[in-house]
């Protein structure tokens, strides 16, 4: 299982956090928790055609929107990095 995966965004930014979360955990993406559950999948979408940095959890990933990427992230591993 990988900790981390980054990609630039070539579909729209829910399906590329979903396709993420689905190669990490190795389920299938209609498996995936709903990304309405963690944040609103419109705002992220129209939020994300802006310059800013976008970043919540989900399912216990961190997950990072900015300049075009969007990078996934064991939260347990992020955390231990920023001595949490």
């Known amino acids: ?7 630039v965004l070539t579909d729209s930014v829910t399906v590329s956090i979903v396709s993420q979360l689905a190669t990490i955990t190795g389920q299938n993406e209609v498996d995936i928790e709903p990304l309405y559950d963690s ?13 800013v940095t976008i970043s919540f959890s989900h399912m216990g ?13 064991n939260s347990q591993n992020a955390d231990s990095h920023l001595g949490r």
């Open 61 to 73: 990933y961190s997950i990072i929107v900015s300049g075009g990427e969007v990078t996934v992230t």
């Open 1 to 7: 299982m990988e900790d981390k995966q980054g990609e």
């Open 39 to 51: 944040i609103d999948p419109c705002a992220l979408e129209r939020l994300a055609q802006e310059d």
